[in-house]
């Protein structure tokens, strides 16, 4: 755990950038029980892989992902609950990033504030047949 209450998964050894750190530190604020798995493409490209899993009894029903890096940030529902797709970028997922359940922000000039602040409105918004609360367990 760092100072944040932020536990690091994820494949890629060492600290999170400060990118990453801030983008985390103000979404973890505003929507406590996410999961941060950090990631690097083969060129070394930092990314940040952000989930929350929608639980029934014992049995993970769905999986909401989201990517954050430099460009921005991208959004949907995993395809495995995260067992093939972890680690793969959204678009190599094949995540479908189209609204309304999906989210598509470039980074463009929002802040790092600003796309938490959308990030943490897109995870706590209900999905349309896929449950009606977000933090239901």
């Given at each position: ?75 949907g529902w995993s395809p495995s609950c995260l067992n093939w797709d972890d680690g793969m970028r959204a678009e ?21 504030e600003d796309l938490a602040r959308r990030a943490a409105d897109w995870f706590t918004q209900p999905k349309k ?9």
């Amino acid at each position: 755990m760092t100072a944040e209450n932020i536990e690091w998964g994820g494949q890629r050894e060492g600290d999170p950038t400060e990118a990453e750190l801030a983008f985390a530190t103000s979404l973890n604020a505003q929507t406590p029980g996410l999961d941060y798995w950090l990631h690097s493409d083969d060129d070394g490209t930092p990314w940040l892989l952000v989930s929350l899993d929608l639980i029934e009894g014992n049995t993970v029903q769905n999986t909401l992902r989201l990517d954050f890096d430099s460009r921005g940030i991208r959004g949907g529902w995993s395809p495995s609950c995260l067992n093939w797709d972890d680690g793969m970028r959204a678009e190599d997922a094949l995540i479908d990033l189209a609204g309304p359940e999906g989210l598509l922000l470039p980074a463009n000039q929002l802040s790092i504030e600003d796309l938490a602040r959308r990030a943490a409105d897109w995870f706590t918004q209900p999905k349309k047949g896929r449950w009606a609360d977000p933090h239901r367990t």
